[in-house]
C-alpha cells in the first residue's frame, strides 16, 4: 500500500496501492484544484496526499496527475534525493542524455519551443514548465516538468528495446524491463496500462494502425508523445507543440498518422487474426464426443451458428447426436416472434420439437420438458447487458439442470461489446426480474460461460456445468474483430452500434410515452417522443461533452411500438469512438437531459426494473448531477469486479 512509504497518505489508512498509482487505477481525481492558488513543492505534496479520493481503488482508468506527483514523493523519501536530482544520477547521465534536465539552465532557452502566452507578461512560456500544478510546486514533480531532446529519448528508447543496455551499460535489469511493459492494471479490464507505460487505453492512438498489442508508449500534455514497439525493433518520437500560442489543438490523428507511416516504412503488417472458434465450433471439431449415447435437450435460437453458418441442431444431428428437443428463448427459433407469449413448434427441416421458455405463463424448464434428457446444451448469442433476458433463460435453465442432476453444457459465444467494460447500476435483489435475474452490473463485461460459472458457484446450485471455451477470443475484441457472422439477436438488435448503444437507450424504455426507434429502421440509435425538442435537447447533451458521442435532432415515424404510425421529433445518436465511450454515463446523462428540459415527462419508477437500483431512479427523478449519480456506484461496482475475477475464461 502507498501507505507503507507516505504514512500519512489518506490519514494513514487506504487500500490504494502503488501499483494502483502506476497503471493509473488508484481512484484518485485528475488533478490539484489550482484555485485558489497556492505555492511550494510540499504544499504541493501535501494536497496530493490528502485529495479525497474520487472512487475506489482497481476499478476505474482515470489518467491522474495526482497518482505520479505521489510517485515522485515516494522516490524523493526512499532515494533521500530529490526526483529531479535522483533521475539525473540513476538514468540520464548513466544513459547519455545530456540535454534532459528539469529547470533547464537559461543558456537552453533558445532551443525550447515556447507554450502558452502568459498573462501576466503578454509573452510565451519558455523554459519554465508549462504544468500549472508543476510550476506551482517550483518546477520538479513526478507528473511534470522534463525538458528533453528527440536524440536523448531516442537513447532512452534504443535502451528499452535492447532490454535495459545501452552501449556494453546496464541502466535496468531485463526483468524490470519486461516488467514496466507487460499489463499491470487490474485483469478485465478496458484500458491496458503497463507500470507507467500505455499500452491499450483512451491514450493509445498514438499507436497508430499496424503496431500490435504489446507495444507500448505515452503522451505528453503538450504535444509531445513516444511509442516503442519490441516486435519491430521500432521506436516513434514525435514531439509536436498543441499548447502554442494557445492550448486545445487535438494532435491523436496526426500521432497516429505517424506511427502508421513509421511502421510501414519497417516493414509491419497488420495482424491477420485469426476468426474466433465459437463452444460450438470447438464441439464441431470433437465431434461432439461429450454428447456420445446422450438424449439431448438444446436451448438455441437463430443465433446458435457456426462460424461457417450452419445451424447447430443441424450439425448435431448430421453427427448422429441423439437430440430430444429443441428449447427456445424469447423470440423463439427463428428470433422474429415479438409477442409476450411464443407457442411452441416443430422445427421443419428435422421434425424435432421445439419447446418455448418464453410463455406468458412459463419461462422456465419444468420436469416435464426434461423428461427422457441426459444432457442440456445452451447455445446461445448474448448482447452484452444485463437486462436482456437470455441471460435470465440461461441462468434459470442451469438450476433446473441441478435439481435433475443433470449435465449443462454451455457452449460459449464472445460478447460482442468486449469483455472489458464493466458499467452501470449494479442490480439490487428486491429488484430481480426476468429482464434481470442476478446481481451484476448493467453492462457486465462476461461471456455467458462465465456468467453460468459465477452464478453457480456464487448462488451454490451445484449443477454439473462444462463450459466449451472458445478459441482466439480476447476480451478487448469487439465483435467486428472476430471474424463471425453478425446475426440480429432480437428483431430490433440489429446492429453492433445498436448493440453498442443499447445499454444506454434501453434504460428507460418501458416508457409508454417515449420512443427507443423500435418500429424504425435505427432501433436503440435514437429516441423520441410527441413531448421532446430534438434541437434543443442535442444542444443540451453535446454541451455536456459525454466521451465518445454526439447527437444530432432527427424527426421518425415508427411502423410498430410507441407512437406507431405518428411522426415524432428526437435525437439521433453518432458513435464517434467507441473505446471512450461510457454507455452507463451515456443512460445517466440522457435521463438527466429529459428531466431537466422535459420534467415529469419520464415515468421514472415505470423503468425501475431496468435501471435495477432505487438510488439512480430517485436521482433521476430530482435531475440529480449525473457525476453525483455515476459516483454513487463506485463502491458496488468495485465489489462486483472482485467477485467478477476468479471467474473469468479469457485474457
Known sequence: PVTKYLPEFQGGHSPITVRNLMTHYSGLRPDLDLVPAWSGYETGIERALHDTPAGPPATRFVYSDINFILLGEIVHRLSHKTLDHYAKDAVFEPIGMKHTSFLPPAEWFSRIAPTEIDPASGLPIRG??????????GGVAGHAGLFTTADDLALFAQMMLDGGVIKGKRIFSAAAIQTFT????????????????????PYSKNRGDLFPIGSYGHTGFTGTSIWIDPASKTYVILLANSVHPHRGKNLAGLRGHVATIAAESVGVQPLSAGRVLTGLDV???????????KRVGLITNHTGL???GKRNFDLMVAAGVRLTRIFTPEHGLAGQADQPDVADTKDRSTGIPVISLYRADNKHLTPEMLRDIDALVFDIQDIGARYYTYSCTLLSSLEESAKKGIPFLVLDRPNPITGTRVEGPVLEKSLESFVGCYEMPLRHGMTFGELATMVNSENHIGANLTVVRMKNWARRDWFDADGLIWVDTSPNMRSLNAATLYPAIAMLEYSKNYSVGRGTDAPFEQIGADWIDGVR??????ARAIPGVRVYPTRFRPTSSNFQGKTINGIRFVITDRNALETARLGIELGYALEKLFPGKIPWDANRLLIGNHAVVEAGKRAADPKATLEGMNQSLADFLERRQKYLLYE
Open 128 to 137: 519554465a514548465v508549462h504544468d500549472e500544478t508543476s510550476r506551482f510546486m
Open 283 to 293: 464441439l464441431t471439431q470433437e465431434k461432439f464426443a461429450p454428447l456420445a449415447g
Open 306 to 308: 457456426s462460424g461457417d
Open 537 to 542: 435537447l442535442a444542444a443540451f447533451l453535446n
Open 182 to 201: 507487460s499489463p499491470q492494471s487490474p485483469r478485465g479490464l478496458a484500458a491496458v496500462r503497463g507500470f507507467g507505460w500505455d499500452i491499450d487505453s
